[in-house]
């Protein structure tokens, strides 16, 4: 969301006296002996860690259930007019992230995104619409106490979050570090962010304007969340100067990866089995002509775990990532997208985006950088509100969802055209949107869900520590294929 990238954004740039350059792409070692490597999954991370064992010399098969790559990079063409497009999936690359070095090396253009240091130019609050005006103090409808009152969303997060990242040991850097968590940090994983909030002197009336932006769309909101995912995310963007998408859609990107990898893709094959012992893994995979089984030197698992949970493995991963497997999940995401024939906000001078309380939680403009009268408006519901909306009918979903979106945007009805949704819980190869640590669970699970188990090896955006980043899955990729690659 756009908050999202404002407040990673405006808090590395401010937090961190650092200038840290990307993550070079530095090619794995050659090998002695070209290795067999299974994939599965051809999301960012199957397709990184692909592309980096290929050219290094080794023979990979990449296994994908869908007919397409990418995973949770989605983007929607249709029902669109004139060549507008949404993304249903993963947003933003940031400047100094391994998806933006691969992107230029593909040659794919970067469309740099308009940044803003606030949440939007509307809040809807308490059942009061209000204007966010740079250098105006907002009217909230609820009373905040002592020196909160007269303070905007973005002061208020500086106050109690954002400005005592600083003082963490390590500082930034350490929550960007390989070595992760630091155990400075894991006392920060036994609470939750609002407790973290609470602890730094916020008020409830606070807390209810702080989580009105991205903070509550993890997971169930921010009573369930792990107070140290969310400084780990605003470490991960040290550095950065600005976020991009792919002009034309960020689908593109694991397109090129697709393109390169030619014959080593097999699509329309799901994972159903993992055998594996002291000398090669086999693996059961199912198609349209039945199952086979294909065996490999090694194996690199990026499936999200809620489909893992259905892989029968012999023999069983060990205890601890069993429980982790199972206990760590993904959020329910909901994405409502109106088409409207004018870009209305623009002549009031607002930018389309806005932070609610109401069901549709945040709203913004997913049409930003692309050109042309058109626009599209997108609301971005999670937890359990998209829930009830995934439980509609499509063209239920899409009128209640406007409905909400018309108390803020009064003219949306006005202008809308149509409009499409994408429901993460309804897709049956992710069966939720990225996943969430719970207070207590990157403690308990995390560095040890990165740890390979014999010849299987495991990436993704959860395995990086960064869920719901195309940072954290490639990370783990090039981590994973690396030390693969450096095996005997």
């Known amino acids: 969301m756009i908050s999202r990238r404002a407040f990673l954004l405006e808090s590395a740039g401010a937090l961190a006296a ?14 002695t002996r070209a290795k067999r490597v299974l994939i599965a999954g051809a999301g960012a991370a199957g397709l990184c860690a692909a592309w980096e064992l290929v050219r290094a010399g080794h023979e990979v098969l990449v296994f994908e259930a869908k007919t397409i790559p990418g995973g949770r990079i989605h983007t929607i063409r249709a029902p669109f007019a004139d060549g507008l497009y949404a993304e249903a999936g993963a947003m933003y690359l940031g400047s100094n992230s391994l998806a933006a070095q691969y992107a230029r090396e593909f040659g794919l253009e970067l469309t740099p995104l308009p940044f803003r240091a606030d949440v939007g130019s509307l809040a809807h609050v308490a059942g009061e619409r209000i204007a966010l005006r740079a250098g105006q103090p907002p009217r909230w409808p609820i009373t905040l106490s002592g020196e909160e009152s007269g303070q905007g969303i973005r002061a208020l997060q500086g106050r109690y979050f954002r400005s005592r ?71 991960t963007f040290v550095g950065a100067t600005g976020f991009f998408e792919i002009r034309g859609g960020n689908d593109l ?58 892989v ?79 439980a509609m009918g499509t063209d239920d979903r899409l009128h209640s ?29 992710a069966r939720g949107d990225f996943s969430y640590f719970k207070p207590g669970q990157i403690r308990r699970f995390f560095p040890h869900i990165q740890r390979p188990e014999g010849r299987i090896y495991f990436a993704g955006d959860t395995i990086g520590g960064i869920p719901g980043y195309i940072e954290g899955a490639m990370r783990s990729a090039r981590t994973a294929a690396e030390s693969l690659a450096r095996t005997p």
């Not at 650092?18 to 090998?31: F, H, I, K, N």
């Not at 906000?345 to 692309?370: C, K, M, Y």
Request: glycine letters at 8%; hydrophobic letters at 40%.
């Open 401 to 429: 969802a406007m409905r909400e979106m018309a108390r803020v945007h009064p003219e949306l009805t006005r202008y809308a055209e149509g409009g499409a949704s994408y429901v993460w819980d309804n897709d049956p190869w």
């Open 312 to 390: 029968a493995v012999t023999p069983s991963f060990d205890a601890t990532r069993v429980r982790a497997i199972k206990e760590i999940q993904p959020t329910s995401v909901t994405r409502v997208y109106v088409q409207c024939r004018q870009r209305f906000w623009d002549a009031e001078g607002l930018d389309g985006a806005a932070a609610t309380d109401l069901p549709i939680q945040q709203i913004f403009h997913a049409t930003v950088a692309q050109p042309g009268t058109r626009g599209i408006l997108e609301s971005y519901t999670t937890g359990p509100r998209a829930r009830r909306l995934a």
């Open 18 to 31: 650092v200038s840290v350059a990307p993550a070079a792409l530095r090619p794995l070692p050659r090998p």
């Open 165 to 235: 990242l600083a003082q963490v040991e390590g500082g930034l850097e350490g929550l960007n570090a390989a070595d992760w968590p630091l155990p400075a940090h894991l006392p920060y994983d036994d609470i939750s962010l609002a407790e973290l909030w609470r602890r730094n002197g916020a008020s409830d009336a606070a807390i209810r304007i702080m989580r009105l932006t991205y903070f509550d769309a993890l997971g169930e909101g921010i009573e369930s969340v792990s107070a140290l995912q969310f400084m780990r995310e605003l470490g």
């Open 253 to 310: 990107l694991p397109r090129a990866f697709a393109e390169r990898l030619g014959p080593a893709m097999r699509y329309g094959t799901s994972l159903v089995a993992i055998r594996h012992d002291d000398a090669s893994v086999e693996i059961t995979i199912e198609g349209a002509a039945g199952r086979e089984q294909v065996r490999g030197d090694y194996l690199i698992v990026t499936l999200p775990f809620p489909l893992l949970r259905r």
